[in-house]
């Protein structure tokens, strides 16, 4: 699971628990500028993930790390897919990042209204 907060202009995303160990990465720190939005998506863990490198991905149970697909390098942190949340980005490492949060609507809402306007 990961905990997403604004902080100085910044979107954070810290892994929680053993969600460091499974993604190799314990913080993600993003400019707001670099954040197109965000939904959530319990059926996206569903889609294809690319090729893992590096990460964990034990099909149903877990997908935790970095995957190269179609759409760029993805960032994924889900264990359940309930809780699943798809942050777009540009102009950054990872083309989007789907994390495990503990309150998806939420985590939509802060990130939706700390982006600047388009």
């Known amino acids: 699971m990961a905990r997403v907060s604004i902080e100085d202009g910044r979107l954070i995303v810290e892994m929680e628990g053993l969600g460091k160990l499974w993604a190799l990465k314990s913080r993600l720190v993003i400019p707001l500028a670099h954040v197109r939005g965000a939904t959530a998506d319990p059926g996206i863990v569903k889609e294809p993930k690319g090729l893992r490198a590096p990460g964990t991905h034990f099909p149903g149970v877990i997908t935790s790390g970095t995957f190269h697909g179609r759409d760029g390098r993805v960032f994924w942190d889900v264990r359940d897919a309930a809780k699943a949340v798809v942050i777009e980005l ?7 990042l789907v994390v495990e949060v503990a309150d998806p609507r939420s985590t939509v809402a802060l990130v939706e209204q700390a982006i600047p306007a388009r």
């Open 90 to 96: 540009v102009d950054e490492r990872y083309a989007r």
